[in-house]
């Protein structure tokens, strides 16, 4: 499965996202509600016991060239793994100027006092979906990897997995779930993008736009 082309043209873009809107509005709001549960199923689950060679860690946006509380989350859990396991490796996902990936690597050495060479990079990709196709490649001869974000991001990541052919067991950064107006913020938010990606690549092959199928990750 190769690449996705992901510099989506702003025209391309808008198309997208209308059939999500007259989903959303035919609906009248019924299928957010019904990508809301999905995402809150999800989040509220019970970490999965899990151990394999290799453990995956979504990036998130930096904040003035550092990782977020968001993304500081995750690499605290993953650093809770690592020094666990010690055969255990990490790939970090996340691209950008800095890289989230490399802030996320400075991070764990800094303040976790992890051994670089426990860490590999994925420092090209633009969003969720990218990540999981780059880290599709980088991986190919790993079995029973796991991916690792936060409670509101994992049930996005489970239909974006799916999509780039990656098997993965998916864990939560937070020990336990929490039901804040935050978590409920977020997750309405995550709902909307799962609707705007699967609502957009449907109509991508209803109406045979390879290109926008191409941007969408196939």
């Known amino acids: 499965m190769q690449r996705p082309q992901r510099d989506i043209a702003t ?8 059939p999500g809107l007259l989903v959303l509005i035919c609906s009248a709001g019924l299928a957010w509600l019904l990508a809301w549960v999905w995402v809150w199923v999800h ?15 979504c990036g998130h946006q930096l904040v003035e060239g ?8 995750r690499l605290a859990a993953a650093a ?7 055969a255990l490796e990490l790939l970090l996902l996340g691209g950008g ?23 590999a990079l994925e420092e090209e ?6 990540n999981l196709y780059l880290a599709r490649a980088l991986i190919a001869d790993r079995s029973n990897p796991g991916l690792l974000s936060s409670r509101y991001h994992l049930g996005r990541l489970a239909v974006l997995a799916r999509q780039a052919g990656l098997e993965v067991c998916l864990l939560p950064a937070e020990p336990r779930p929490v039901v804040d107006a935050a978590q409920i913020r977020r997750t309405a938010m995550e709902a ?11 109509w ?8 926008l199928l191409a941007q969408l990750g196939e």
Do not use: T
Request: charged share 30%.
């Open 192 to 202: 909307i993008y799962l609707i705007w990606f699967l609502c957009g690549r449907f």
């Open 80 to 86: 809770d793994r690592l020094a666990a396991d010690p």
């Open 125 to 130: 990709s633009v969003d969720s979906l990218e």
């Open 43 to 57: 989040a509220l689950r019970r970490s999965p016991d899990w151990s394999g060679p290799l453990l995956m860690v």
């Open 97 to 119: 100027e800095p890289s989230e990936a490399g802030a996320g690597r400075d991070w764990l050495v800094a303040h976790r006092d992890v051994d670089p060479s426990r860490i």
């Open 204 to 211: 991508a092959r209803l109406a045979r736009r390879p290109r």
């Open 11 to 18: 025209a391309d873009l808008i198309e997208s996202m209308l």
């Open 66 to 73: 550092q990782p977020s509380p968001d993304y500081r989350a």
